[in-house]
Structures are given as C-alpha cells and as structure tokens.
C-alpha cells in the first residue's frame, strides 16, 4: 500500500502554501483522503492529477493562419 502524506509535504511539492492545499480540498478541486482531524493524499494521485490539468501553450496547436 502507498504511503499516504501530508498537506506540507503536498504543498512542497507542488511549490504552494499549506492554506492553498487546504482551500483546494475544501473545493474538492485535488484529490485526497479525508481522515479524523487529518487530510492525507497519495503521491501517485497527485502526479496523475497534475497530467490531467496539464495546459500546452499556442505552440502547440496546429493553427492554420490565412495569408492573403
């Protein structure tokens, strides 16, 4: 079984405020686990979740750009 870990460790992580996880699982906006008087998350599901909300920039698109 996976290590689950603390909104610090998770805030490390991903270069936040602790208060920034916290708001986040108010919202239900990452995924975590909710313990008596504890909010723990799994490594794995925090690096699938940020795949998931990954953005790619213009570069990226195969824009068609009409040249007159």
Do not use: C, D
């Amino acid at each position: 079984m996976e290590k689950l870990i603390p909104v610090s460790a998770v805030a490390e992580y991903l270069t936040i405020s602790p208060k920034t996880v916290y708001h986040w699982v108010h919202i239900g906006f990452i995924p975590h686990y909710r313990l008596p008087k504890a909010v723990r998350f799994k490594l794995s599901e925090i690096e699938s979740w940020l795949k998931r909300k990954k953005r790619t920039g213009r570069a990226s698109y195969n824009l068609q750009i009409g040249l007159n």
